[in-house]
């Protein structure tokens, strides 16, 4: 089952508590935007930006 944007934003919304992790979040899942281009927008790097989206990639799979 396909979920929409407005599932995607609400389950991140909901149980990402970090600002910068439900940031790259919502552009990875909501905008399909890079790791590469992620990682320049928020000044970290790319393997952070994995990390993040790999961390919490099951919890919100979950919750949908």
Do not use: F, P
Not at 2 to 14: A, F, K, L, M
Not at 37 to 62: C, G, M, P
Request: proline fraction near 0%.
């Amino acid at each position: 089952m396909e979920h929409g944007r407005q599932e995607y934003e609400s389950v991140i919304d909901e149980w990402v508590r970090n600002e910068r992790d439900r940031t790259a979040l919502k552009r990875k899942y909501l905008d399909g935007i890079c790791y590469e281009r992620i990682a320049e927008e928020l000044d970290i790097s790319r393997r952070t930006v994995q990390n993040i989206v790999t961390r919490w990639k099951k919890v919100i799979e979950q919750k949908l």
